[in-house]
């Protein structure tokens, strides 16, 4: 048997503020730390505008998962298929 992966929103993690860069990182194909070294060090110089643009990319990526949510995937436990259909499938390689 397969184990089954839960996941947790981003928000609700307990190692991250938002998620914004790991979620930016998500949608784009790369390693969230890329963001999040260049946020820490713009804390560092302007912590009102740094703080600011995370919660407006924080907005963005909230907006834009709300409204094109990614699909789900089908695993083969959830794919079920009538006895009658599976029957047949086997005569036709048989044959």
């Known amino acids: 048997m397969e184990a089954q ?10 190692h991250t503020i938002l998620g914004v860069c790991e979620a930016i990182g998500e949608d784009f194909g790369f390693n ?11 804390v560092l110089y302007s912590p009102t505008w740094a703080i600011a643009a995370y919660f407006a990319f924080g907005a963005v990526v909230l907006a834009s998962r709300l409204l ?20 047949r499938q086997e005569f036709a390689q048989a044959a």
Do not use: H, N
């Open 5 to 14: 992966e839960t996941q947790v929103a981003l928000p609700l993690r307990s």
């Open 32 to 42: 969230p730390v890329i963001l999040r070294v260049p946020f820490a060090a713009s």
């Open 68 to 87: 094109f949510p990614k699909a789900k995937s089908v695993t083969a436990a959830e794919v079920v298929e009538d006895p009658a259909s599976q029957e």
